[in-house]
């Protein structure tokens, strides 16, 4: 009898593992990886002081900085220096003041995000931007999203930071995020000019790797939509963890070798 060869869970455990030893960059994402319901997922804490320095943190949290996200992560235990954290949010606005300089923007996003804007040199206008940008936004009301939809309309693009529609709240039920804003506007224009920066598109990926190579990183996440496809659409190896059935472990625990 002929056994087939198929790749077992153990198979994959070990090549992840080996992967993440030659990595030169070990790319990982942050919620149901490292942090779920603000408490650290098994094996985080080991995890961040085994891969140090060669450790980037992305994720498509759009409403926080990375300064504030890396005091969050302090509090929890995880050292990661703001400089090693991509957020979607500073992404779209890193993406607006490298694509569209000396521009003004329209924006939906949380104050720490608008003060981050201003700070980069963006200006914030009421009317008549030059430029949209939607980040998660909770407290957007319906006059904010009528000048969006006029803005875009009128053939401003639209920075989007990130795709996801919504977020589990600690009970599982879902929390609005960008993606639902980014819906109601497709749903009054539809052909506006968008971009979105967050995974799984490429920028996210490109500004985490910095000089790196693709093929000299390694992506871990637990969305194969956000996480896994995004990183192999560019080259770069992904590992998939959390619960789902494709997924090679549980938990970053798994992956660590002592
Ligand atoms: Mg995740």
């Known amino acids: 009898m002929i056994t087939p060869l198929v790749a077992t869970r153990g198979d994959s455990l070990a090549t992840a593992r ?17 942090v779920e319901s603000d408490a650290l997922c098994p ?9 140090g320095e060669r ?10 900085t990375a300064a504030a996200f890396s005091t969050y992560l302090d509090t929890l235990g995880l050292e990661v220096p703001a400089a090693r954290c991509f957020l979607a949010g ?15 923007i329209l924006i939906a996003a949380s104050p720490a995000i608008r003060q981050r804007a201003e700070a980069l040199g963006l200006h ?6 030059d430029v949209v940008v939607l980040c998660n936004d909770p407290t957007l ?21 990130n795709p996801d529609r919504w977020r589990p709240d600690r009970g599982g039920a879902p929390l609005i ?31 985490a790797l910095e000089d790196v190579a693709p093929a000299d990183a390694v992506m ?38 002592w």
């Open 124 to 129: 914030l206008a009421g009317s008549k931007p």
């Open 55 to 64: 450790l980037r943190l992305v994720t498509n949290n759009s409403t926080m």
């Open 141 to 161: 009301d319906i006059e904010r999203l009528q000048q969006i939809v006029t803005a875009a309309h009128s053939g401003a693009p639209v920075i989007v930071a």
């Open 90 to 104: 500073e992404v779209a606005l890193a993406h607006v003041r490298d694509h569209h300089p000396n521009t003004t």
């Open 220 to 257: 871990i996440g637990d969305n194969r939509e956000t996480d896994i496809i995004g990183a192999e659409t560019l080259g770069i190896a992904a590992i998939h963890i959390g619960r789902s059935r494709e997924a090679i472990a549980a938990h970053l625990l798994d992956l660590m070798t």
């Open 177 to 207: 995020e960008t993606g639902t804003i980014l819906a109601a506007l497709r749903a009054a224009v539809t052909n506006a000019n968008i971009t979105i920066v967050g995974k799984p598109s490429r920028e996210m990926f490109h500004r």
């Open 18 to 34: 080996a992967q993440l030893d030659r990595a030169k960059l070990v790319l990982c994402d942050v919620d149901g990886c490292l």
């Open 43 to 51: 094996g985080a804490a080991a995890f961040v002081a085994q891969h």
